[in-house]
């Protein structure tokens, strides 16, 4: 690819390189800043060395490479809040004790069932000064009304650290958090809280206090509560009141990208402000004022939309197809791409790790290269037939760049993903042309008829047309095992294929059939992998209890009569089969005695009833059985005791202590997590 051969695509290569670094192996801060002062002096000599010509350039480019890699290891350090000396984090005697806090909001985030949800910034803890993230949880009360981002709160709670998964394959929403630099979170009631009277009145506060200006004007006007949160996400980028059940039909329907402020949504903001200044002349000051205005316009509404990474990216890269555009050059897409995704790891590494930001950029590269290609198939002659082969083009691109990404991460790929685009994006533009311009309006107090309910009309129809297509769910492939090794040999076989699709040949033949070869390999060692393990699972169930046998991919169930009933619906339990390419073939209740690799498994229930004369290696509790533990140990003597997360924490304490006593190991999967034996 040509693009390699630019110099600042290998330098932006090095530099995400000193990021990865830098995340996974997170080195000592000082010996990444000592390697960067020694590579930034050896780059000084070589560069007046080879201006001499008494030193071969390789080595001037060599010292290039480790000084941008230094460059991007440093930036993550410097970005990364873990790192800060001031960080409460450090503090590790604050954890899982009352303290009063001084916080202060910075985002308001999706509701969950109990608690209103909000990321603040750490202004102080008790008597001393830290700084740092929080997930703050307010139990909902309906005489509360929602703290403004900006708002300075005094709160009397207590700080838990983000708690890993607690199963098997389960979505690791404390990691997650970690990556959004969020190291721990808050519960805690309205009435823990005094709200007070100091506003910070930056850049998110006016952009949270205007969408909510807009929002609360098209409420004024009767705007449809459904239709009013897709607008919500559609044109202003918040997606916190769409009800799951949109979110989906439009995951389903392989339209959920429109869903969340992008690539597409800046474009069409570029195009649609391009147009209305279109009467400026065309000199050079009033192409400067242009330009301006384009840029002006471009920034103020990703800031209105918050900020996202997928924003910052379009933004900051329509802003150099901008100036491209003022200077009349022709400007290669890809350059403006790499020095877009440079310039915003710069700004904010960790946007690298974000999914938006990674499948944003994935879907235009493979855009930019592929659909040409896939364009120049079929040239048709009539304008409709060119532009619907053009959208469905860009359509397929784009899917086939990001489809290992999105099966890594969600596990699932809408079928129906052409016919929703080809119906969908020509009437996208119009839609987002009339929003923008409703919002414009909305924010002057001002929501004329005639315009809010045809943009409510086509949202209505928007939806339904989304979920008719959702509705046809035998396209729709879900619960797709998937893994890192898949991930990576699956882009080798794509990149590998599309080169020589490109321009064919033996040589280019030969790669792809490597490739080939490799993604066989991963597949069968993979699966070779999985037949040749064994091993008994104890779930984090808080209800009931859950434990399963894997022997290959062949899993038995054992548990309660409920739970037995509805297993298709246990995400426990499918994220398990799935994360184990494995598949559930048997169902039994759960009974006292078990079984596996040549250890014995007693289980007590709510009952307490258990044979006697029997000596387990693992002694299960669960449901809170009534029994005097020290007894039950003295006669049954385990070399291991674990409770699940359906007994009593008074009952779990109780027995901690008694193990503790007698020097026997003690697991409570509440704590530690599920507990495996293999």
Not at 30 to 40: D, E, P, S, W
Not at 427 to 446: C, E, K, N, R, T
Not at 492 to 501: E, N
Not at 563 to 577: D, G, H, P, S
Request: glycine share 4%.
């Amino acid at each position: 690819m040509k693009v390699l051969q630019f110099p600042l695509a290998r330098i932006t290569i090095g530099f995400v390189l000193g990021i990865l670094i830098a995340y996974y192996f997170q080195p000592n801060p000082n010996a990444v800043f000592t390697f960067l002062f020694i590579f930034f002096f050896i780059f000084v000599v070589t560069y007046f060395l080879s201006k001499r010509n008494t030193v071969n350039p390789i080595y001037f480019g060599l010292t290039t490479y480790f000084l941008v890699l230094s460059i991007g290891s440093a930036t993550q350090i410097i970005h990364t809040d873990s790192f800060q000396e001031s960080n409460f984090i450090h503090n590790k005697t604050i954890f899982e004790k009352p303290h009063l806090m001084s916080v202060t909001i910075r985002e308001k985030l999706k509701n969950s069932g109990f608690n209103d949800r909000y990321i603040v910034l750490v202004n102080q803890i008790d008597d001393s000064i830290y700084t740092g993230k929080i997930l703050l949880n307010v139990r909902k009360d309906s005489l509360n009304a929602p703290f403004e981002v900006g708002t300075h709160l005094c709160v009397n709670g207590t700080i838990y650290k983000n708690a890993p998964a607690k199963n098997p394959n389960q979505f690791d929403y404390g990691k997650y958090l970690e990556g959004k630099q969020i190291y721990a979170q808050i519960y805690a009631d309205a009435s823990e809280i005094k709200k007070g009277s100091i506003i910070d009145k930056n850049i998110w506060y006016y952009s949270s206090k205007l969408r909510t200006k807009i929002i609360h004007n098209l409420e004024k006007n009767n705007f449809n509560k459904n239709e009013l949160d897709v607008v919500a996400a559609l044109i202003l980028g918040q997606r916190q009141d769409i009800s799951p059940d949109i979110i989906r039909d439009y995951q389903y329907a392989g339209a959920i990208h429109i869903l969340a402020v992008s690539g597409l949504h800046i474009g069409l903001i570029l195009g649609f402000v391009n147009f209305l200044l279109k009467p400026f002349p065309n000199t050079k000051r009033a192409s400067f004022i242009k330009l301006i205005i384009i840029l002006a316009s471009l920034s103020l509404y990703g800031i209105l939309t918050g900020l996202s990474p997928s924003v910052v990216r379009s933004v900051v890269m329509f802003s150099f197809v901008a100036i491209g555009m003022y200077l009349r050059r022709s400007t290669y897409i890809f350059h403006t791409l790499l020095v877009s995704a440079l310039l915003i790891l710069l700004y904010k590494p960790s946007f690298l790790f974000d999914v938006g930001f990674q499948l944003s950029y994935v879907a235009l590269s493979f855009i930019l290269w592929l659909q040409p290609l896939l364009y120049q198939l079929w040239l048709p002659k009539n304008k409709i037939e060119k532009l619907f082969w053009e959208i469905l083009t860009v359509s397929i691109a784009a899917q086939i760049g990001v489809f290992p990404l999105s099966i890594y991460y969600f596990h699932q790929f809408p079928g129906l993903f052409f016919v929703t685009n080809l119906i969908i994006i020509p009437f996208l533009s119009l839609i987002m042309a009339l929003g923008v311009l409703v919002m414009v309006l909305a924010a002057f107090d001002y929501v004329p008829f005639y315009l809010a309910k045809p943009l409510e009309w086509s949202i209505y129809f928007l939806n339904k047309i989304i979920n008719s297509i959702a509705s046809f769910e035998q396209f729709i492939i879900l619960d797709i095992p998937f893994n890192w090794y898949f991930l990576v040999s699956l882009y080798l076989l794509i990149l590998a294929t599309i080169i020589w699709f490109q321009k064919p040949s033996f040589n280019r033949l030969t790669l792809t059939l490597i490739a080939v070869i490799i993604f066989q390999i991963t597949y069968f060692e993979t699966h070779r992998t999985i037949e040749n393990q064994k091993e008994l699972v104890i779930f984090n169930s808080k209800k009931n209890a859950l434990i399963t046998e894997r022997i290959g991919k062949n899993v038995t169930l054992y548990a309660s009569d409920s739970l037995l009933k509805t297993t298709t619906q246990n995400k426990m339990l499918k994220a398990y089969l799935m994360g184990n390419f494995s598949q559930l073939k048997s169902k039994h209740k759960l009974h006292n005695l078990l079984f596996f690799n040549e250890k014995k498994i007693l289980i007590l229930d709510s009952l307490g009833v258990y044979p006697k004369n029997i000596h387990p290696d693992v002694l299960i509790l669960t449901q809170s059985p009534k029994i005097n533990l020290n007894r039950l140990l003295e006669t049954t003597k385990p070399k291991i005791v674990v409770a699940d997360a359906s007994n009593y924490r008074t009952y779990i304490e109780l027995w901690k202590a008694t193990c503790r006593k007698e020097k026997i190991p003690f697991h409570a999967t509440g704590e530690k997590g599920f507990y495996r034996l293999d």
